[in-house]
């Protein structure tokens, strides 16, 4: 049996047109959970359920950029951005990337132009007490991503009024340095429930080794997210329908996981609660050292999909984990194709939380042009096709065929390197500063 690229790009449909956006917290990620609960039901899935996590929903509800001898801009807030509904205003500064070198005395009061993502880089522009910030979109063509400031960003150094433009309107903007502008915007928080989806296939010689084969399902704000994620997780369901009937030696574990796109909070919850009960089964004076295994003991590896469906594009495989699973890739890619490159680094998607936790990764993903729409309205249905899903999903099948579902011993070791290691910690403290290890008994 076979993966079928139609069935896999109608579940796309089906997420991205049928449903639409699919921001975690909000009621259309709650409707696309259910579908994808009840299309594992329909394969065969008795046990399909939804797991709820706490997420922190920032919406906005209005927007207004005003220059003067321009007048009304077309602009986008970020989400997670101070409030400023009577609206802000102030000369219009240029301080490119935001670095502590381009700030300074000529900050206070301004509207700045930043192109880049703000983040950390909220912590010295705020020292300077701008009216507020504009960020410019370097990529041409393109409506403007509302990405979040970060919540971890919010919490620790605050926020300012800000919004985001296009290309087109920054290059407006930097030619009207010096004039006042006014900017002006509505929104509200509410902490909201999202909900990854979860289905086991249970081993038939191994039960007690765990492969998760996941992918994300939300999308960001206010784009359909069909090329990331909604084909990658239509991967991921698509291997399910297929291995429900193949069967195998160990425990598969599909995931959809949601929040991927507010900084990996599905994941990030499905991990901590692992090493939570790890640590308080471990402190109990009746586990067993030599023979006791946890849940997060048994998590032997982890098979992440994102990013898939265009045509037009290329494979990639990002591996944490023993050098075995890269050659694995590279061995399988020259037998049977398509060829893949394989980088031995931390993808950024959902694989990274339990490689935080000690368990390997290996992630594929296809890069090409279309991959510049990601995040924006841009991710459309239209993008995405069943040749492009078929061509990576009948390799991530065979994959785990190869390697998981059908040999007697899983020939990878269940550890990290020390460099790979770093590399996922750094990740975690640099992008959202943040360490997985921390508050886990939380």
């Known amino acids: 049996m076979l993966f079928d690229g139609e069935r896999a790009l109608e579940t796309v449909r089906r997420l991205t047109v049928d449903v639409g956006c699919r921001f975690a917290g909000t009621d259309n990620e709650r409707r696309a959970a259910e579908l994808l609960r009840d299309l594992l039901v329909e394969y065969g899935y008795a046990d399909a359920r939804l797991d709820p996590f706490p997420i922190d929903l920032w919406q906005v509800a209005d927007e207004r950029l005003e220059v003067d001898g321009l007048g009304e801009l077309p602009c986008e807030g970020l989400l997670?951005?101070?409030?400023?509904p009577q609206g802000v205003s102030g000369p219009l500064v240029y301080v490119e990337g935001g670095e502590e070198c381009n700030?300074?005395?000529?900050?206070?009061?301004a509207?700045?132009?930043?192109?880049?993502?703000?983040g950390r880089k909220i912590e010295?522009?705020?020292?300077?007490?701008?009216?507020?910030?504009?960020v410019l979109e370097t990529t041409p063509h393109l409506n403007p991503r509302r990405h979040n400031i970060g919540h971890e960003a919010r919490r620790r150094f605050g926020a300012l009024p800000a919004v985001r433009v296009r290309h087109d309107v920054a290059e407006r903007l930097l030619r009207c340095r010096g004039r006042r502008a006014t900017l002006a915007l509505r929104s509200w928080h509410t902490e909201a429930q999202a909900f990854n989806v979860i289905a086991d296939l249970p081993g038939s010689t191994h039960p007690d080794e765990i492969v998760v084969v996941c992918g994300h399902m939300d999308s960001t704000y206010d784009g359909p997210g069909t090329l990331d994620n909604a084909a990658g997780t239509a991967v991921v369901w698509e291997l399910a329908r297929v291995f429900r009937r193949l069967g195998s030696r160990r425990t598969l574990r599909f995931v959809a996981f949601s929040g991927e796109e507010q900084g990996l909070r599905g994941s990030i919850h499905y991990a901590k609660r692992l090493r939570r009960d790890d640590q308080r089964a471990k402190k109990d004076k009746d586990f067993v050292p030599s023979g006791g295994r946890t849940e997060l003991d048994r998590h032997r590896l982890v098979v992440n999909v994102d990013v898939q469906g265009a045509l037009l594009a290329t494979n990639g495989a990002w591996i944490t984990g023993h050098p075995d699973l890269g050659a694995a890739v590279r061995l399988l890619?020259?037998?049977?194709g398509p060829f893949f490159t394989v980088h031995e680094a931390c993808y950024s998607s959902d694989n990274a939380p339990l490689s935080d936790a000690g368990v390997p990764a290996v992630s594929f993903g296809?890069?090409?042009?279309?991959?510049?729409y990601g995040h924006t309205d841009g991710d459309a249905f239209e993008l995405c096709s069943a040749e492009g899903l078929q061509a990576s999903g009948r390799f991530v099948q065979e994959f785990l065929r190869r390697y998981v579902t059908e040999p007697r011993m899983l020939p990878f070791p269940r550890?990290?390197?020390?460099?790979?290691?770093?590399?996922v910690q750094n990740y975690f403290k640099e992008r959202f500063m943040l360490r997985l290890d921390e508050g886990v008994e939380d």
């Open 111 to 118: 509207i700045l132009l930043v192109v880049a993502e703000l």
């Open 415 to 423: 550890e990290i390197p020390d460099e790979h290691r770093r590399h």
């Open 80 to 84: 997670g951005s101070e409030d400023a």
């Open 103 to 109: 700030l300074g005395e000529h900050c206070r009061g």
């Open 333 to 336: 890619a020259a037998e049977s």
């Open 124 to 134: 010295a522009i705020r020292r300077w007490d701008p009216a507020g910030v504009v």
């Open 366 to 372: 296809r890069a090409g042009p279309n991959n510049f």
